[in-house]
Every structure is written in C-alpha cells, then in structure tokens.
C-alpha cells in the first residue's frame, strides 16, 4: 500500500518481524483511544465539532488517495497529547483505482420544447 501522509493518519516509524508475526511500533498517542474518551468524558458542543472535522478532513483525504478504511469506529480513533484525532489499523484497509466521473450534460425543460 502506498504511504499516506496526512496529520490525522497515525504515523508507523518502524516494522518488524517477531517469529511469524509482523510487529508496528506506531507513532505514540497520548491521551489514548477515542472510545475510550468518550465514554469517560460528556463533550460539550465545541468539542464535538473540533473532533468531527477532523474526522471528515482525514476521511476526505483518505478517499483522495483512494483508500477504504473499513473499519471506522471509536477505537481506531487515537487522541494525541495536542487533543488531536489520528486513524489508526489500516489491517482491513484497501485502495480503490481512482476514476474520474464522466459529467453529462443535464437537459433543461426548456431544451424539450
């Protein structure tokens, strides 16, 4: 798979292989998992909005670079120590082929007259 560099996608900086396993040594997150936070912590409205854009800013890029996560919920989510969202376990992930919509011309009511 391609690599994506983005600052909401969790950062890999090593991998090894440990018998018949292949370990990650990812990038640190803080202040832990999402699910987690949310579960312990009731979010006023700003903080929701601050996590949801961040969502959708690292969806949006994921779809630019053709990549299907798969496996979006709360836990894959991580909280950096600057309360920022980062995607994690790309294990399910795939990349599409990107294609470009091919635009039509829309016939108005007036062409049909």
């Known amino acids: 798979m391609q ?7 969790i ?4 991998i ?3 018998g018949a396993n292949y370990q990650l040594v990812l990038e640190y997150a803080l202040n832990g998992d999402f699910q987690s936070f949310i579960k312990a912590n009731k979010l006023d409205y ?3 909005v601050h996590f ?15 990549v299907v996560h798969r496996d ?6 991580l909280i950096d120590q600057d309360w920022n969202l980062k995607l994690a376990d790309f294990g ?14 829309v016939r108005s009511a007036a062409e049909y007259e």
């Open 11 to 14: 950062k890999s900086s090593e």
């Open 52 to 66: 949801m854009a961040q969502m959708v800013t690292v969806l949006d890029y994921l779809r630019s670079q053709g």
């Open 16 to 18: 090894f292989q440990e």
């Open 92 to 105: 399910s992930a795939q990349v599409r082929k990107l294609t470009k919509l091919k635009l039509q011309k």
């Open 46 to 48: 700003d903080t929701k």
């Open 72 to 77: 979006l919920k709360p836990a894959n989510w």
């Open 3 to 9: 690599i994506l560099d983005h600052p909401g996608v």
